[in-house]
């Protein structure tokens, strides 16, 4: 048999230059369970992206599998325990596209605050009159809240400088030292929903921060803020608890990058409202974020192909004693 490489979703012409000395590089149909265990008899390693899985049955069904890479920061669609169980290393690529989603979310939170959609909208359609009917919000002087304070947040945190935000943070591993650095308050999570006028999710998905966002922590927001979210959509309970909060104008505005599950269900009723923005898990996808995730993946993958020891490894346990440091 040939070995092989395995994607979920195409593999980046930067990493498959890197890859390709090792086996033929073949991409699933689509990144479903069903499309991907055909292909795994022969793979030597595995590609994940996006919303591809690589659960136990996945695993199970590479017994040549050495190496599971994933592109990005989050893992939570590996089963990290069923590979550390077989040896497999699982590498990935943190802080790779931390400025890249740390715009986005910039992004997401100028185009609510200013109603940009919602003005292109009324120009196009000759309602000039429109901009006496109301008002777009400001960023300069506002409170922001940072849910996560790693490599994405604290980016985050440096672009709100010059709106001359007061920045909180919510992290229970951040340090202070660097939050002092950037001049953020690092606070307790409920805090930070009392406090800020706009709030941006940038945490892991972990069974602590699952459903972070729900009715009880809405309650706590000031009237009118506004919710961005470019991490995790399981973050937030539900679409309804978000739906809830922008009809009572208990926010102002949603900003919505991720779902659970994507892609969503658009018949949803929020996506009919004006200040609900989304996009398809996107805004952190720009040419650079992508080519270093890619590298940086697809040369830790190289590097345990190899028999050497990888940067950035989710289960180190996982590792071999003979393994030579990379």
């Not at 951040?174 to 950037?182: F, I, K, N, T, V």
């Not at 998905?205 to 959509?233: E, K, S």
């Not at 009809?247 to 919505?256: I, K, N, P, Q």
Request: neutral net charge; proline residues 7%.
């Amino acid at each position: 048999m040939t070995a092989r490489i395995v994607g979920t979703g195409p593999i980046d012409p930067v990493a498959a230059e890197i890859l390709r000395p090792f086996g033929e590089i073949v991409t699933a149909p689509d990144s479903s369970e069903a499309a991907l265990l055909p292909l795994l008899a022969d793979a030597i390693a595995l590609v994940v992206r996006g919303d591809g899985v690589a659960n136990a049955k996945v695993i199970a069904a590479a017994p040549c599998l050495k190496v599971i890479g994933r592109t990005g920061a989050g893992y939570n669609n590996v089963d990290i325990a069923a590979a550390t169980a077989r040896k497999i290393p699982v590498v990935y690529t943190p802080g790779a596209n931390a400025r890249a989603v740390a715009e986005g979310a910039l992004a997401l939170m100028l185009a609510l605050c200013k109603r940009v959609v919602y003005w292109d909208r009324q120009t196009k359609q000759g309602n000039w009159k429109s901009r006496f009917g109301t008002m777009p919000a400001d960023l300069d002087g506002a409170t922001l809240g940072i849910v996560g304070f790693g490599a994405i947040g604290q980016t985050l945190a440096e672009l709100a400088r010059p709106f001359n935000m007061t920045v909180l943070a919510h992290d229970p591993f951040a340090s202070p030292e660097r939050a002092s650095e950037l001049g953020v308050t690092l606070v307790e999570l409920d805090d930070l929903f009392r406090r800020s006028d706009f709030i941006s999710l940038n945490a892991a998905l972990t069974d602590q921060t699952r459903h972070l966002v729900n009715r009880a922590r809405l309650d706590l927001v000031r009237p009118g803020a506004y919710i961005v979210n470019m991490a995790r959509g399981a973050l937030i309970e539900s679409l309804d608890v978000l739906y809830e909060a922008l009809r009572s104008g208990r926010l102002a505005g949603v900003g919505l990058d991720v779902f659970e599950p994507e892609p969503p269900d658009v018949s949803h009723p929020i996506f009919q409202l004006e200040n609900c923005l989304c996009s398809p898990h996107a805004l952190g996808m720009t040419p650079g974020a992508m080519g270093r995730i890619f590298r940086m993946m697809a040369e830790d993958m190289a590097t345990v192909l190899t028999g050497r020891q990888p940067r950035h490894v989710v289960n180190p346990g996982a590792l071999t004693a003979g393994i030579t440091p990379g």
